[in-house]
């Protein structure tokens, strides 16, 4: 039809070229084109028209099938995920237990193997290692002697804690079972007697908890107490512990610890006392712990040389919302170094390192174990920046931390060492002014010459400023 249109209007132009006389009959071309114009337009419209329509119905009509087709789909799958997921999962169950059944014979078998072997293994190479020590003679260090010795202990004490393991899953299960999660969403004080102990005045509403010296402190108020290593030796007939009495007259839960890695424990309050005193008795790790367990009903509580680490296992235990240190001060007297010159910083930096080493590991237990549950030291001395630390008055109130009080303490190993070093030369120094004398003038005054070293190890280096004589503080 528009080929039409085109002729026309070709016509036209030749009619309109050759001549002007063919007017009339360039009119009539005219409404002819506009009657085919206008037929055109309109059957195009309606052919328009027609195809909407008819795409509107095969759409609707292809929804409809696709949208039951896919309820009809979703069924089937569902159902069919539904008896597969049931059948699978009866499978698995079932396939679990079996294998978790073999398994557990497997694991039992090849650990009872493999400790007859490491122990046939590290019997002989200490045998063998012991021999080609012997054999050196003189040359033997001292470093070889204390492997020796750390060998045999942790063979003595891992045989020691296979032969009590019944006991101690009995005992403790009988003392700590009741008490799980039982002070969930409290605050929970740990009450150790360090010297920050006298500034502290009782949390309201808070559970305390003392160990030791704490039960004379009748200014608080405690609901659970512990001891432990608190025998004197069996040889002195009729002796008593020097605050037996006010163990004795406490009114709280109290707990007796027995280091379970010495047949029939060692340095415990005595069976008599636990009697006088209505105690439980539990079982704790005698050496410094390799690990601390979230279950204490099965396993020894922590130690790393005091008794503050087996009332925080027992704290972590009862899952507390937030557990104050109070006491907790990780340091020592200064007289204890005085009667004992350099045995007794070598004392002393063991436990140092000990206690510091315990501390942490406690902050990585807690991390792991019990993430919501805050620790804070209230007064912290040698435990600043390992915890959110909080400093009071007198009176209990809270003082405003300073920017330094907010550093958190390198807790690696190198750190540790490196606090302990400045902490003991701090002590030393300090006793050096008091009370120490230049052995040839016998003045005063002092400067440091050379601090801990691996050489001299706990012994700083001084010269006299009178006369400069050198000289090492405590003498060797």
Not at 119 to 127: D, H, I, P
Not at 222 to 235: C, E, G, P, S
Not at 293 to 319: E, G, K, Q
Not at 432 to 437: F, I, L, M, N, P
Request: net charge negative; proline share 3%; glycine share 6%.
């Amino acid at each position: 039809m528009f080929k039409k249109i085109l002729q026309y209007k070709k016509m036209i132009g030749e009619a309109i070229s050759l001549s002007r006389q063919n007017h009339e009959n360039l009119q009539k071309l005219l409404i002819m084109l506009n009657e085919v114009s206008d037929n055109a337009e309109r059957q195009l419209s309606e052919r328009t028209n027609e195809i909407n329509k008819r795409t509107n119905e095969l759409g609707a009509q292809v929804e409809q099938q696709l949208n039951e087709r896919t309820n009809e789909l979703g069924a089937r799958v569902e159902q069919q995920l539904n008896e597969r997921t049931n059948e699978l999962g009866v499978r698995v169950e079932q396939q679990l237990n079996e294998r978790t059944n073999e398994l557990g014979i497997r694991l039992e078998q090849q650990l009872n193997a493999r400790t007859n072997e490491l122990g046939a293994r590290v019997e002989q190479q200490l045998g063998e290692r012991t021999h080609e020590l012997g054999v050196r003679g003189g040359q033997l260090t001292q470093a070889s002697l204390d492997e020796i010795r750390d060998l045999r202990n942790r063979l003595e004490k891992h045989d020691i804690e296979l032969k009590l393991q019944n006991e101690i899953t009995a005992v403790n299960t009988a003392a700590f079972a009741e008490y799980r999660n039982i002070n969930t969403g409290k605050d929970v004080v740990l009450v150790a007697t360090g010297p920050t102990i006298e500034k502290y005045v009782p949390i309201k509403g808070a559970v305390h908890i003392g160990v030791n010296k704490a039960c004379q402190y009748k200014n608080i108020p405690l609901d659970y107490y512990f001891i432990q290593d608190a025998r004197k030796t069996v040889n002195e007939k009729g002796s008593r512990l020097s605050y037996e009495d006010d163990v004795i007259a406490l009114k709280c839960k109290k707990f007796f610890g027995m280091l379970s890695t010495t047949p029939n424990g060692f340095s415990e309050p005595s069976e008599s006392l636990l009697v006088k005193a209505n105690a439980t008795r539990y079982c704790g790790f005698g050496f410094p712990s390799e690990t601390i367990y979230h279950d204490i009903r099965f396993h020894p509580l922590a130690d790393f040389s005091t008794i503050t680490f087996a009332a925080l296992n027992f704290v972590f235990f009862t899952n507390p919302k937030r557990v104050y240190l109070v006491g907790c001060d990780v340091s020592f007297s200064e007289s204890f170094i005085h009667n004992n010159g350099k045995e007794g910083v070598k004392f002393w930096r063991v436990h140092l390192n000990r206690w510091t080493i315990g501390y942490c590991e406690i902050k990585k237990f807690v991390q792991r174990w019990y993430p919501e549950t805050e620790i804070i030291s209230i007064n912290p001395v040698n435990l600043k920046g390992i915890f959110t630390d909080v400093y009071t008055n007198d009176r209990g109130e809270i003082i405003e931390r300073t920017q330094d009080d907010l550093e958190e303490r390198d807790i690696s190993e190198q750190g540790i060492k490196l606090f302990i070093d400045e902490f003991i030369e701090k002590i030393l120094l300090k006793m050096v002014h008091e009370e120490a004398s230049c052995n040839k003038c016998d003045k005063k005054v002092f400067s440091l010459v050379r601090g801990l070293s691996d050489d001299v190890p706990n012994c700083i280096e001084i010269k006299c400023n009178e006369c400069g004589f050198q000289f090492l503080f405590p003498e060797v």
